[in-house]
C-alpha cells in the first residue's frame, strides 16, 4: 500500500501573514519630517510665493491677474514665465518637463521631455522656451476619444491652464517639472477631463454675474466653484494584494468569503491608526505638502483598513488636480510601506465602500471688497444677503431637481455600481438633504406663509440664524447623496476613484441653466413694477414649490425611500449602463450644447467612453473569475475532495466503520458540481458579449444583467467552498487576513 499524501501544513498564504510586518519599524519610516510643515509647504510648486519672490513685479502681476480671472495666459509674459521657471526648475534638479493632462482614462497622463538641447556649436545647454510652456503635441492617437477621433485624425495638443501651477514630481532622484494642461483636438475639441469643467465654470459664472447685477451686486468679476474632496480609500498588505488577482487585475476582491467580523462592532471609525499604515500616511502628506496640497484632516473610516484624507477646499480645477495627485501619491508612497492603496468603490464585499465627497460651493471675487470672497450659499446678516443665498439654493434646486438622472450618469461606473444602492452608500436615487431648520424656512415660502415683503420675510424667517443652527445640528444625515451641510453641498455619491471633474461639470452646468431662468423669470416679472427683492423672492418661492419632489431629509438607505421615489417620479438608475443612457437624452443634450460646455459629438463621446470602459471593465472582472476559479479555487477544491476520498478509502481498507468522509467528500462533490455549472455560464456570457463586436448598449445591457447575474453564481459557490475547504489548503488572502492585520 502506498503511504497517503496527506495536504501540506502550510502554504505560501500562510506564510505571508505570518511574515507581515506590524509596525512602522519595518517601513522605512521617511515620512517624519522634523521641520514644520510650513517651512516646506508648496516648495516644489511654482505657485503665489514662487510667482511673487521670483517674476518681476509686473509680470507676477500680469499673471497672478489672469489666472485669479480664469484667463489665458497673456503672449507678452510667457517667455519671462518659462524662463523663470526654468531656472526655478534646474535649481531643483528638474532635468526633463511634461504637459500632465487628464484624458478620459479617470488618470493622467504625461510625456517627458529633456529640457537638454543643443546650440550652434554643439555644445549642450538647458532649454525651455514660452511655447513649450504653452503648448505640446502628444500623439494622442491612444487616449479613449469615443468616436472624436474620425473627426480630428488622431493629433490633439495639450495647453497650460495657468491657474494651476506648475509642479515637480520626485521619482527616486528623477525630478519631472509638469505643466497642469488641457487636452483638445486640432477643431478644439474637449478630449480630456478639465475643458469641459473650465467651460462649465466660464458659464456657471456669466449666469451667476448676471443673476448678481440683477440683485443689485455689481462689479463681480467672477463667480467660481470652490471643492473640497474627501477622499476614502484602503490600505493592505502588498504581499497580500499581489496574491490576489482579482484585486490585481480588477482593483476589487471578486471572491472571498465575508469574515464573522466586519464591521458591526463599529470600532474602527475615527479608532486609532495603526502605526504602520500612520508611517505611510505621513509620509503621503509629506509628498503632498511639498506639492502644495493642503491635507488637512485623517481618520479611521467605516471599515477595517479603511481610512480618509481631505484638503482644505479650494478652486475647483485646481481641487480636480490636486485630487489626482491625492490618489498618484497614495498609490506611489504605498508601495514604499509593502503596502497597497485600493481606490476602488468597493473592494470587499459586505463591508463598506469608499466615495469621494465632493464639498462644492459657489464664491464671488470681486474688486469690491466687501464682495470678494463671498460664499454664496452662506446666509448673511442683512436681509439682502439671505434673499441672495436663498436665489442661489433655490437653483441648485431646480438644477439638480431638472437634471437628477444627468447627475446620476456623472458618477456612473462599474465600480460606484456596487456602492449605490447597497446599505451604506448613497442610493442611486439623487435627492436633496437640507436640514430641518432650513426645511421649515423653504416650505414656508412655498406655502405662501411668508409675507411678500421679500425684508419683512427675511428677518422673520430668521435665515440669518441658519449658520449657527446648523453648525450645532449634528444631525447631518449621512445617508443622503446630496445634502447641504451649513455654506455648501456635500456631494456624496461620487464614487473615489473616479475624476472629479466630470460631475462637477454636469452639476455646474444644471445649476448655470437654473440661475438663467430664475435670471429671466425674474426680469420678466420686474417689468410689472414691482421691488426687485418682492419680485426675487416670489420666483424663489415658485422654485421651491416646484422642486419639492427633490428634497428628502429622511432615511435614504431604506426600503420606503425608494418607494416614495418611485411615487415622486424619481428616477432610479440602479445599473450604470441605464444611467449613462442619461447623457444622450434630448434634455441634457440640450442643456450641455446649448450653454457650450459640450457639442454633440463631444458629449456623444462620452456617453461611448464610459460605456465602452463599463464593459471594459466588466469583461475584465468576468475573465479574472474564471481564471481564479480555474486555477485557484478549482484545484484547491479537488485536492480537499481527493483527500477525503484518499483517507475515507484508507479508512474502509482499515475496516473502520464511521467513515465521514464519505458524506464530506460528497458534500464537496455537490459544491464543486455547482461551482463548475456557475463558472460554465461565466463562460457563456462572455462569449455572448464578446460575439457582440461593437455594439455597445447592448453589451452592456447583457453584462449589467446576465453578466453580474452569473458572477454573483460564481462567488457564491467559491464563498461556499472557501467556508468549507481546509484553511491551508486554500490559495487566497481571506478577508480576515486583508482586513485585520494582526
Ligand atoms: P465634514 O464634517 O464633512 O468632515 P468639514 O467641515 O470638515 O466637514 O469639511 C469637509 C470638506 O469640505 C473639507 O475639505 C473642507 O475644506 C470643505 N469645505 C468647507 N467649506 C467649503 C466651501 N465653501 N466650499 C467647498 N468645500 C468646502
Ligand atoms: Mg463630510
Redesign the pocket.
Known sequence: MTAPTYPPRTSARRELVARIPRAAAESNGNGQSPVPTSAYFGINTFGQRQMRDKLPKDVAKKLAASIRLGKKLDLEIAPVVAQTIKEWAISRGVTHFTHWFQPQTGLTAEKHDAFLSFDDNKRPMEKFTASQLIQSEPDASSFPSGGLRATWEARGYTAWNPASPVFIVESGDTRTLCIPSVFIGYNGEALDEMTPLLRSSDVLSEKAIALLELLGDTGVQRVY??????QEYFLIDRGHFAQRPDLVMAGRSLVGAPPPRGQQLEDHYFGGIPERIQACISEVEHELYKLGV?I??RHNEVAPSQFEM?????ETDI?VDHNQMVMATLRKVALRHDLQAILHEKPFAGINGSGK???????IAADNPELDGT?L??PGKTPHQNLRFLVFLAAILKGVHKHSGLLRAGIASSGNEHRLGANEAPPAIISIFMGSTLTQVIESIAAGKASTNATQAMIKLGVARLPEIEKDNTD?NRTSPFAF????F?FRAVGSSASIAFPIVLLNAAVAEALEELTEQIRSNMKRGKSVDDVVLSVVQEAFKETASIRFEGNNYSEDWVKEAAKRGLPNLRRSPEALEQLTTKQSRALLTKLGVFNKAELDSRFHVRMERYVKDMLIEMHTLKEMVDTLVLPAAFTYANSLVTAASHAKSAGVKTIPQIAAANEIGGMIEDLREGRDTLQKVIEQAEGMHDDLPKQAKLLTTAGADAMAEVRGCSDALELKIADELWPLPKYREMLFPV
Not at 466653484?225 to 474627501?230: R, Y
Not at 481631505?310 to 479650494?314: C, H, K, L, Q, R
Open positions: 466653484t470652490t471643492l473640497g474632496a474627501e493642503p488637512v484632516t481631505a484638503p482644505v477646499f479650494e481641487a465627497h465632493c464639498n462644492w460651493s459657489l464664491s460664499n450659499l452662506k447631518r451641510t451649513g455654506n455648501k456635500e
